[in-house]
Nanobody
Framework: QVQLVESGGGLVQPGGSLRLSCAASGFTFSNYAMRWYRQAPGKEREWVAFISSGGGTTTCADSVKGRFAIFRDNDKNTMYLQMTSLKPEDTAVYSC??????????WGQGTLVTVSS
């Protein structure tokens, strides 16, 4: 069964840090690029970050550039999002995504990040 499971969300104060994890199973994780998305309350889902299958290429949205970093451990079938200098506008449900080809796209259930004092 193809599955993505996020963890690591929670409540953090502005300026704080969190690390999100996305554990993959049911497919050959190291063969696929991965992405993080987020959806804030009342807003559309937006792309946050991308990492290539081997981890050598990463990109982030301008809104998080310099504050968030995406990386992966293919031995552990896990992708991460390290978030620093968090702002209230980073509050959202964060989800990981894999595009496996043949129109098969997999999403995790999401993990809520709340940035508030």
């Amino acid at each position: 069964q193809v599955q993505l499971v996020e963890s690591g969300g929670g409540l953090v104060q502005p300026g704080g840090s969190l690390r999100l994890s996305c554990a993959a199973s049911g497919f050959t994780f190291s063969n696929y690029a991965m992405r993080w998305y987020r959806q804030a309350p009342g807003k559309e889902r937006e792309w946050v970050a991308f990492i290539s299958s081997g981890g050598g290429t990463t990109t982030c949205a301008d809104s998080v550039k310099g504050r968030f970093a995406i990386f992966r451990d293919n031995d552990k079938n896990t992708m991460y999002l390290q978030m620093t200098s968090l702002k209230p506008e980073d509050t959202a449900v964060y989800s990981c995504n894999a595009r496996l080809g043949n129109n098969l796209e997999v999403w995790g259930q999401g993990t809520l990040v709340t940035v508030s004092s």
